[in-house]
C-alpha cells in the first residue's frame, strides 16, 4: 500500500494528515471551514485516495494559513506515498464538468514545483465567507510539498461553488491518473533522464 503520514504544528496551524493512494476515495476531513472540507472531500473521492485530516487553524485571523497549510501537509504526505515513482503514468489530465462550469487540470508527477491557476472567479464570497481565491493557495502548496508541476484553468462558468468544485475533482482526477501503474514501464523511472531531481 502506497500510503503516508504528515504534519505540520506551528502557532498558525496544527495539521494532521494520512494519505492512502490505494484507497476507494474515504474522506474523514476536519478543517474548521465547512467548505474547504467538502473540496477535499470532493478531491479524495475522485482521485480514488483515502485522506484524514484533522486541522486546528487561527480562523479568528482567517483561513488562508489553515487552507495553505493543509496543501502542504496533503503534498509532503502525497510526496512520501509516492515513493521513487517506478512505474507510474507521471503526466495526467481531466477535464471536468459541474453544471455550467467546465474545467481543465494537468499535471506532471516532474519533482519541479510549479501551479498555475486560472479560473475565471466571479466577485462574491462563499460558504463561511469562503475566499475562491484560495484555491490557488492550496494549489501552489500542494504543487511545492509535492513536487508536482500543475496547471488549472476554467474554459467557462458563472457559478464559484461549480468552478470551484470542479477544480478539486479535476486535480483528484489528474493525480488519479498520474499515479497509476503503467503496464509498460514495469519497475522502470518514467523519465527520459532516469532522475526526478528537478
Known amino acids: 500500500m502506497r500510503q503516508a503520514k504528515a504534519q505540520r504544528h506551528t502557532r498558525e496551524t496544527r495539521i494532521d494528515v494520512e494519505l492512502t493512494l490505494d484507497g476507494t476515495g474515504i474522506a474523514d476531513v476536519a478543517t474548521g471551514v465547512g467548505f474547504f472540507d467538502h473540496m ?14 484533522r486541522c486546528e487553524g487561527d ?7 489553515t487552507v495553505e497549510d493543509v496543501g502542504i501537509v496533503i503534498g509532503q504526505a502525497f510526496r512520501e506515498a509516492v515513493g521513487d515513482k517506478r512505474g ?3 503526466y495526467g489530465s481531466s477535464l471536468l464538468v459541474m453544471d455550467e462550469a467546465l474545467v481543465r487540470a494537468a499535471l506532471d508527477l516532474s519533482g519541479r514545483a510549479l501551479a498555475i491557476v486560472e479560473i475565471d472567479w466571479q ?3 462563499g460558504p463561511q465567507g469562503f475566499d475562491y481565491e484560495l484555491t490557488s493557495e492550496f494549489v501552489w502548496a500542494f504543487a511545492r510539498a509535492a513536487h508536482a508541476t ?9 457559478n464559484n461553488h461549480h468552478l470551484c468544485e470542479a477544480a478539486f475533482k479535476a486535480l483528484g482526477r489528474a493525480l488519479d491518473e498520474a499515479t497509476r501503474a503503467d503496464a509498460k514501464l514495469g519497475d522502470s ?5 532516469g532522475s526526478f531531481d528537478g
Do not use: C, W, Y
Open 59 to 65: 480562523l479568528e485571523i482567517d483561513q488562508h494559513h
Open 40 to 53: 477535499l472531500t470532493a478531491f479524495a473521492l475522485n482521485a480514488r485516495f483515502d485522506l484524514r485530516v
Open 150 to 158: 500543475i496547471h488549472i484553468d476554467s474554459l467557462r462558468g458563472r
Open 123 to 125: 466577485p462574491a464570497l
Open 189 to 193: 523511472l518514467p523519465s527520459t533522464k
Open 88 to 90: 507510474i503514468r507521471r
